[in-house]
């Protein structure tokens, strides 16, 4: 009863369930009951009276919550002990709610099975993959970093994996969420676009907590099995066709400038992402690549004043330029030099640390529709959001 009137909450509030918790449950309310609850409430009350009456009886408290507390922190640890789910729409959360409510009702109450039927029937969704030869580009609010997820009919690839802070990154905080309420439970390629750590940092735990098919990468690599990024290497999903411009089979030896180049062309548009490459990597782009028109240009270095040149952004010629960059960054990214040249070319500039996540759906006869999320869900608590995609 705990653990299915506790499902929507848990839901809600987190996006994940627990399996082992009617186990857990299970063994621990009747010892914290019967056990652990009466030394606590006896030691209180005879320490009010003596602090040496009640310390035996608060001992073997302490003790007791420590000879259970380890197994279950065991089990807790354990990767199959719960789940993040695929997000539910309203009417989904309803018959949810409804469900449970209804099977949780008192006995005599009439058909409670239609309950269970309900909960059956709200975790009955619609594929969110986009169509055939359509692409779904989605750049994560990851602060100062980068994570960005393409996703096709069938296929899913994330391009970096965001940074890391002392032992935790944002692959825990961010991107495995993401993939699980998705829906996504597995990763056709990762492209790391270098090694830098607000790039790589959530490499390490991307690969303990989710299958990846292939690991790309650009510069250093983030562990043994990673192939090196080349110019010229291709492949094709669902109609898209995903190519590696950058780099070339000379290295610069700058982590930055040997960053992993990808085109995607699908039949709503292009995409180019360029990790951290400057002007150097830009100028061997615009040598050899005759044509780098793109829709959608996901800004160098995070906007950064060194990267993202004139003639470069002319030749790509983005209608859209996404940036990845921590609100209020202390290097101010984007630099005021790269709004003013998007700004000068007319390019619609972007940034995650504004809107949140930005989301781009680039579909055939269609022009690319690109949301921020702050944008499509705002909250009372926060002030309006600057730099919201402009509506047609």
Known sequence: VVTVGLVPILLLAFGRLSWVAPAVNLALIPAFSLLLLPLILGGMLLAAIHPVLGAPLLWAAAHVLSWLWTPWALLAAWPGAAASLPALGALAILALCCGVVWMLAPRGFPARSVGLLLILLAWTRVDMAPG????????LDVGQGQAVLLRTAGHVLLYDAGPRMGTSDAVEWVVEPYLRRQGIDHLDAVVISHADVDHSGGAARLRQVMPVDDWLSGGMPPFPGTRPCQAGMAWTWDQVRFEILHPGIDYSGSDNEDSCVLRVVAPGGRVLLTGDIGRQAETALLAQEENLR????????????????ASFLAAVAPQWALASAGYGNRWDFPRPAVRDRLARQGSALVVTGDVGAVRVSLRAGEPPRVDGFRCQTPRYWRAAPVGCPAKE
């Not at 055939?132 to 750049?139: D, F, K, N, R, S």
Request: avoid cysteine; glycine fraction near 12%; aromatic fraction near 0%.
């Open 132 to 139: 055939t030869g359509a692409l779904e580009v989605v750049m």
């Open 294 to 309: 793109a829709e959608v240009l996901v800004l160098a270095h995070h906007g950064s004043a060194g990267s993202s040149s």
